[in-house]
């Protein structure tokens, strides 16, 4: 597990001040003012974060140091971290995204149905892309109660009981 968690991206330039478009990962999207500062992923750079306004998918925001349009426009796609310890912590059933990115899917009989590449959430309940080297291409397993009894962890594994067919 990463000391730094992904909690937002800058879209881009918002109007010709310096601010930024800026998306929000974290589950109640203002929030993301709260963990500042945030850095880049190689830690080069690290910026106070003001919300100036929402805007469509995401808000206008003021970072420390932005004060051009041009500055702003060079951080486009730009990936914002915070550390992991400022991160609330989490119910023994929920878990952060990035905690279950590269864990090892297993079957309920112990075989190997391969790693979790990503997980999605569509808005009716989050997937988990699992991808081995068994698999044509990636499958979504929805990560419910019933699919994934069990996560662990320690063991960097999850334990699947999927759907009948989902791995054939």
Do not use: C, W
Not at 13 to 40: N, Q, W
Not at 96 to 114: F, I, N, Q, R, S
Request: negative net charge.
């Amino acid at each position: 597990m990463s000391d730094l968690i992904a909690i937002g991206a800058i879209a881009g330039a918002y109007g010709v001040r310096g601010e930024v478009r800026l998306k929000s990962f974290t589950a109640e999207p203002s929030d993301i003012a709260r963990y500042t500062p945030l850095v880049t992923e190689d830690g080069a750079r690290s910026f106070d974060v003001t919300i100036t306004r929402p805007i469509k998918n995401g808000f206008a925001a003021r970072l420390s140091g932005i004060d051009t349009k041009e500055e702003a426009d060079a951080l486009r796609g730009t990936q914002l971290y915070t550390e992991r310890s400022k991160l609330p912590s989490l119910p023994d059933d929920e878990f952060y995204h990035a905690d279950l990115v590269g864990l090892e899917v297993v079957d309920t009989g112990g075989t190997v149905l391969g790693h979790v590449r990503a997980v999605h959430d569509h808005g009716a309940g989050d997937l988990l892309e699992v991808h081995g080297p068994a698999l044509r291409e990636s499958v979504l397993l929805p990560f419910t109660r019933a699919a994934v009894p069990t996560v662990d962890l320690g063991a960097g594994r999850i334990v699947a009981d999927p759907p009948e067919g989902l791995f054939e």
